[in-house]
Structure formats: structure tokens, C-alpha cells
């Protein structure tokens, strides 16, 4: 298996503008995490869906974030407006119900800054 | 007070020393603990997995779990260069089910 990608890798954008970050996680899996990574603040969870299904938002920082999961291949994070303060790097992560559930596989992150 | 505890470092060692990394966490309902290293401009990896108290050995890492004093360490003997990366800890249990909550992770330096 490819593991889960994520793109794009890097994102430089204005401050303003909508920010798209994509996910496809490891086929068969049924649980996808959002986090966020900064030096001040670490890896923070943002949202996590299970079968699809949103289950927990309560990590997303304000409206102007939002996620989505159409079906069990694709997730879509989305910041409209960006703000500087959004630059960091942005992680999905996948992983299986079952006697290994609690390990999650992660992707290469996308570095997004907001200028 | 958050959840999980964990020193952030930075820690810098001479290659070959033993190198013991640690957490604390509040919540008694934690039941799995895991390890993830993290290298440079990547994603999280995990390393170690464990269930409940004890020491798991896997090759130079040993994992282990203290769950009445709430507190788990990652010891590597003999540490290397290619050992230099950030060390998470990830705790999961009770009513989060499948969800993750990690440590701020340690920074770790093994020079030649």
C-alpha cells in the first residue's frame, strides 16, 4: 500500500485566500484524523471522522476551517480566509477498528504558509 | 494542566549513550500507549505499541509503562545518529474511542 497522501506538499498563499489540503487515506481503513503541528503548540488534533462520519470537531480553531469526507478514499481540509497564523504543517493520519485501532498512519504533512 | 506531559527538550547525546525519554498523563482511563518518531520535514511514525503496564523490547527500544504512577518511558540503548528525530508520545483509552492524544515531543540529537 502507498500509505496516506497528502497534497499538496508545500502551500505558499496570501493571507485572504482559500487553502485547500487534500488526503487519500490507506484503503480499507475507517477512521481519518486531522492534526495541525507547530513548534509552540505541537500536534493537535483538529477533527477525526469515522466511516465518514464526522465524530469530534471540537479541535477546529474557528469557522473558517472545515473538512470534509465525501467517501472512504478522499478528505478535503479547507481554511477560507487564511490567516498568517494558520502557517504550519497540516497532518492526516488513518487507521483500522480492530485489535490494532489506536495506531494511526500518517502522511507526509503539508507545510502551508500564509503570508 | 494537559493531559500528557512531556519534556520537549532539547536533549543532545554522544553516540552509544543510553537515552531514556518520559511522559506523564492525568487521565487513568489511558489503557494504550505508543511511541512515534517523528524525522524532519516528516510524518509521525510509530515506533513502539503497548498495552497496559510492562516493558516491551523491540531491538535497542524498550518501551515502558508505569500506569499506577502514571508514567511511561522510551529507553534506547546504544543510540545512533540516524536515532536524531522527535520523540511523541501517544496515549489512547476510555470513551475516545480510536483518538490519539500526544505528548509535545522531545527533540532528539545524537552527534558522532
Known amino acids: 500500500d502507498a500509505g496516506v497522501i497528502q497534497s499538496p506538499r508545500h502551500e505558499v498563499t496570501e493571507m485572504g485566500q482559500e487553502v485547500t489540503l487534500r488526503c487519500k487515506p490507506i484503503?480499507?481503513?475507517?477512521?481519518l484524523f486531522w492534526y495541525r503541528q507547530t513548534m509552540m503548540r505541537g500536534l493537535e488534533l483538529l477533527i477525526y471522522f469515522n466511516n465518514n462520519v464526522p465524530i469530534d470537531d471540537s479541535g477546529m480553531p474557528e469557522d473558517r476551517f472545515s473538512a470534509k469526507m465525501p467517501n472512504a478514499s478522499f478528505s478535503t481540509l479547507k481554511i477560507q480566509p487564511s490567516e498568517p497564523r494558520d502557517s504550519a504543517v497540516y497532518f492526516c493520519?488513518?487507521?483500522?477498528?480492530?485489535?490494532?485501532?489506536?495506531?494511526?498512519?500518517f502522511g507526509a504533512g503539508t507545510r502551508l504558509s500564509v503570508l | 494542566q494537559k493531559e500528557v506531559e512531556q519534556d520537549p527538550g532539547p536533549l543532545s547525546v554522544p553516540e552509544g549513550a543510553i537515552v531514556s525519554l518520559n511522559c506523564t498523563y492525568s487521565?487513568?482511563?489511558?489503557?494504550?500507549f505508543m511511541w512515534y518518531r517523528q524525522y524532519s520535514r516528516k510524518g509521525p511514525e510509530l515506533l513502539m505499541y503497548?498495552?497496559?503496564?510492562g516493558n516491551k523490547e523491540d531491538g535497542r527500544f524498550t518501551a515502558q509503562v508505569d500506569k499506577s504512577s502514571k508514567y511511561i518511558s522510551l529507553f534506547i540503548r546504544d543510540s545512533q545518529p540516524s536515532d536524531s528525530a522527535t520523540y511523541l508520545c501517544?496515549?489512547?483509552?476510555?470513551?475516545?474511542?480510536?483518538?490519539?492524544?500526544f505528548g509535545q515531543g522531545t527533540i532528539l540529537t545524537v552527534h558522532p
Open positions: 493520519a488513518s487507521s483500522l477498528m480492530g485489535a490494532a485501532k489506536n495506531i494511526q498512519y
Open positions: 487521565n487513568s482511563a489511558f489503557q494504550y
Open positions: 484503503s480499507g481503513h475507517d477512521y
Open positions: 501517544a496515549l489512547a483509552g476510555g470513551t475516545s474511542y480510536g483518538k490519539l492524544t
Open positions: 503497548t498495552y497496559s503496564s
